[in-house]
């Protein structure tokens, strides 16, 4: 079965720093694209950030650009979201996903958020 | 790209035919996905690339669309589907979801 666990979430003041993290099993990371969406309370999906297969691409919405740092470590089978300068507008529960793909042009791929984990909550506040 | 769907809320009974559009600002071919969100638990994709089912999803479940407008259809509404929906679109590298659409009980 496909999973995908999170961690690291927690209580933050303005201005630190936290390290998620996304545990994947049941598919063959090194071939999946993934994704963090984010939800605050209260509000909607909000796509964060993406990471190619190989991690040689990555992806930020406009409001994490230079903040948060997505990365992936493929023999660990564990992504990463490094988020820094943290505000409370950050204040979320974050989720990991597995992209599928589903089109290609050229290096962009046309994809959907196939497996979900279950979320980690982050909350910036003094 | 900004995505924009109507309506924000709506309340519907069991039994009942719902429909719930989604407009982008730019073309995006059939790069349109739909997913599930209830509380306390992650999204869930129901339709993806426009119309395409995901597998084990059921029928009363249905997408179309191109371009810029597509719709997602709730046949026969079941008490299972009192959730909120989201249609998300990954035609651009800087992937973008909708403000969401809230089914509620009548």
């Known amino acids: 079965e496909e999973q995908l666990l999170e961690s690291g979430g927690g209580l933050v003041q303005p201005g630190g720093s936290l390290r998620l993290s996304c545990a994947a099993s049941g598919f063959i990371f090194d071939t999946s694209g993934m994704s963090w969406v984010r939800q605050a309370p209260g509000m909607g999906l909000e796509w964060v950030s993406a990471i190619s297969a190989s991690g040689e691409h990555t992806y930020y919405t406009d409001s994490v650009k230079g903040l948060f740092t997505v990365s992936r470590d493929n023999p660990k089978n564990t992504m990463y979201l490094q988020m820094n300068s943290l505000r409370a507008e950050d204040t979320a529960t974050y989720y990991c996903?597995?992209?599928?793909?589903?089109?290609?042009?050229?290096?962009?791929?046309?994809?959907?958020?196939?497996?979900w984990g279950h979320g980690t909550t982050v909350t910036v506040s003094s | 790209i900004q995505l924009t769907q109507s309506p924000s809320s709506l309340s519907a009974s069991v039994g009942d035919n719902v429909t719930i559009t989604c407009r982008t600002s730019?073309?995006?071919?059939?790069?349109l996905n739909w997913y599930q969100k209830k509380p306390g638990t992650p999204p869930k994709v129901l339709i993806f690339?426009?119309?395409t089912l995901k597998s084990g999803v059921p029928s009363r479940f249905s997408g179309s669309g191109s371009g810029t407008d597509f719709t997602l259809t709730i046949t026969d509404l079941q008490p299972e589907d009192f959730a909120t929906y989201y249609c998300?679109?990954?035609?651009?590298?800087?992937?973008?979801f909708g403000q969401g659409s809230k089914v509620e009980i009548k």
């Open positions: 730019l073309n995006i071919n059939r790069y």
């Open positions: 996903a597995r992209n599928i793909v589903v089109g290609r042009s050229g290096i962009h791929r046309y994809y959907y958020m196939a497996v």
């Open positions: 690339a426009t119309s």
């Open positions: 998300q679109q990954t035609s651009s590298s800087l992937v973008t």
